[in-house]
């Protein structure tokens, strides 16, 4: 299965992407955890996303089309992927088709992980992440075990520059002029589901799972 997760920061795209990719056995590609890998090994495309990441702004379509293009060429993908936080504006989901269709393999679904905007914010000022593992905690609705400890690995937990509260307002900005537009494209195109995301991470995933028919 070939799906693209759409919604703002925080919507829990990411947590929902893990555990169902986990379940049908296909890769979940972040855009924004490989610009943050990139970033933390400051690599020259690591040291180009920053400026744009630390200012809650959107890294240029060209560069990161190109690693998303790349990341669908390797083998894991063969069988179905999920796209998580990638595309983020129309000319990246215009690139997408047409990768897509290059390969003889459209799209099956975008899923549309609807939240409102205050809910978000209080999302994400308590999401902490294992610096280790990428687990994601929040200290308000899925607090650790232990503080400021992950309970899979260990790891320590950190706050994502991204997600003080400045930079969120940001994000949530260019979410709403550069990325709510979408929705449109998807929803003209027959391919969009829609999710209440404001749920239990367990309920959006039965939700999810009975939208997309693998339940
Ligand atoms: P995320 O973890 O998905 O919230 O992404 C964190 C940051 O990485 C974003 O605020 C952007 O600066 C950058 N980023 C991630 N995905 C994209 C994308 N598809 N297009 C442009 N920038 C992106």
Do not use: H, W
């Not at 893990?18 to 690591?46: C, K, N, W």
């Not at 000319?91 to 390969?103: F, G, H, K, V, Y």
Request: charged content about 30%; proline content about 6%; some cysteine.
């Amino acid at each position: 299965m070939q799906l693209v997760f759409l919604g703002p920061p925080g919507a829990g795209k990411g947590t929902q992407a893990a555990i169902l990719a986990r379940e049908l056995g296909i890769p979940q590609i972040s855009t924004g955890d490989m610009f943050r890998a990139a970033v933390r090994d400051q690599t020259p495309l690591g040291r180009e996303a920053q400026r744009y990441m630390e200012a809650g702004q959107l890294v240029p379509d060209e560069v990161t089309i190109g690693i998303v293009e790349e990341r669908l060429r390797a083998d894991d993908c063969r069988d179905g992927f999920i796209l998580d936080g990638f595309p983020r504006t129309v000319p990246q989901a215009e690139a997408l088709d047409r990768i897509l269709a290059a390969a003889g393999r459209p799209l099956d679904r975008a899923v549309e992980f609807a939240i409102e905007e205050e809910e978000v914010v209080r999302r994400l000022a308590g999401r902490r992440t294992c610096s280790e593992c990428g687990a994601v905690y929040n200290i308000y609705t899925r607090p650790p075990r232990q503080a400021g400890v992950c309970d899979s690995c260990g790891g320590p937990l950190a706050q994502r520059e991204d997600d003080r509260e400045e930079t969120v307002r940001a994000r949530l900005a260019v979410y709403g002029q550069q990325t709510a537009p979408l929705i449109g494209y998807y929803k003209e195109s027959g391919r969009l589901v829609r999710i209440d995301a404001s749920r239990t991470p367990g309920e959006v995933t039965a939700a999810l799972k009975e939208a997309l028919g693998v339940a």
